[in-house]
């Protein structure tokens, strides 16, 4: 996985309480990871478990994101 930093958006403690209330995943770390395009990408790590977490910017057409393309 590529290099990480610790994050330090704004967005942590609302991203960190969505994890843990929806996903079941406390006391998470983000490190932010200097990958992907169109989004905010991070290592998500809990205990013994390390997931990757996308955030997409305010506005995003999440609908268009998701639909094949023809």
Known sequence: ??????????????????????YDLPHVRLDRLPIGQGAINYRATTGDRTVFVKRYPPGTDMARRTTPSP
């Open 1 to 22: 996985m590529p290099e990480s930093t610790p994050s330090t958006d704004a967005d942590i403690p609302q991203i960190t309480e969505l994890l843990d209330t929806h």
